[in-house]
């Protein structure tokens, strides 16, 4: 839910500006977005296959991977259709989320572009394709648009902090104890057999609206502000954070799989060593592969640019030598 209003104000903000200064283009958006996607994405299927067979070779078949590491699973998760039309490929749980990014990706540009275009027929098909695209991906996801569009509102609200310093970090004090008790707080309390819509949305609503409180807040206090060291070091352990989300989950089931099965002959109360250094070398694991691949994003994305242009510009060539130019 943290990454949802995270995604929804990045994302937000660079669409927004984009469309106001009239310099949107839909290829360069999805050029990036696809890349930043399908960068770690398509490595983690990989990986998540790998890990399934040589669990399966070390421990025995196991019918948790029945139906999920066939090539259809395999393309509609390539294809962001996970939830919708496949289950997640290899079981790899958080591969649900790309889903629901990838269509507020889509949808949120055509709610602007519905006020922002020019012209009533694109206003019409803009709002044919939201209205489309709505109805195939299903209540569930829609629903879940809301909390992304939490992080919309921090894009769109003016920062604002009081005069008094000491009261700007009390009120961050207090935002930070709520957001940390929404995480917890109303999952327990929530009644979930009573619920017309996904039992858990009201308590992910609450970890939206605090941790969007929250953001606005840090925001409005730090954004302006010159990054230092501490913030660099921030900025390289966010840089794998993404290819951490999708490459975790394969080794906790090799990790349930192993400490289950005969090969298991580590002492318990040795136990607890193992799972630090376990959950250590998956943490390692993660960077190293994000240094082939997350943080290679920007390199990637300018490479296909560079390549249009330079196809643009030989059509333009082998176009004037035609004309006899």
């Not at 200064?21 to 290829?27: L, M, P, V």
């Not at 990989?46 to 196991?62: C, E, K, M, N, R």
């Not at 929250?214 to 966010?238: C, D, H, M, P, Q």
Request: net charge positive; hydrophobic share 50%.
């Amino acid at each position: 839910m943290v990454f949802f209003v995270l995604s929804g104000y990045f994302i937000s903000t660079s669409v927004i500006k984009s469309m106001q200064s009239e310099t949107w283009s839909w290829k360069e958006y999805l050029i990036k977005r696809c890349v930043r996607l399908w960068i770690v994405l398509i490595p983690a299927l990989v990986l998540t296959y790998v890990w399934a067979i040589i669990q399966v070779h070390l421990f025995g078949s196991t019918p948790i991977f029945y139906g999920v590491l066939n090539i259809k699973t395999l393309l509609g998760n390539i294809f962001f259709t996970q939830d919708i039309l496949v289950k997640q490929y290899g079981l790899n749980g958080p591969l649900w989320s790309l889903t629901y990014e990838f269509w507020y990706y889509i949808l949120f540009p055509c709610v602007l572009l519905v006020f922002y275009s020019k012209r009533k027929t694109m206003k019409f098909f803009y709002l044919f394709i939201f209205i489309s695209i709505s109805l195939l991906v299903g209540k569930q996801i829609m629903l879940y648009f809301v909390i992304w569009l939490l992080g919309t509102l921090i894009a769109v609200v003016k920062p604002y902090v009081f005069k008094i310093s000491v009261v700007n970090y009390l009120v961050l004090f207090i935002l930070t104890a709520v957001a940390a008790a929404s995480t917890k707080g109303l999952y327990t309390i929530y009644d979930t057999q009573t619920s017309w819509m996904n039992p858990y949305f009201i308590p992910d609503l609450s970890v939206g609206i605090a941790f969007a409180l929250l953001i606005y807040w840090v925001n409005s206090l730090f954004g302006t502000k010159r990054s230092n060291g501490r913030l660099a070091i921030s900025k390289e352990l966010a840089g794998f954070s993404y290819t951490l989300y999708l490459v975790h989950y394969p080794l906790l089931y090799f990790w349930n799989a192993w400490t289950t099965s005969p090969q298991w002959h580590i002492d318990v109360k040795h136990t607890l060593e193992v799972k630090v250094i376990y959950l250590t070398a998956i943490v390692i694991y993660a960077y190293i592969l994000a240094r082939v691949t997350e943080f290679k994003t920007t390199k990637v994305t300018n490479f296909i640019f560079n390549l249009l242009k330079k196809c643009k510009l030989s059509k333009i060539q082998n176009n004037s030598k035609k004309l006899g130019f």
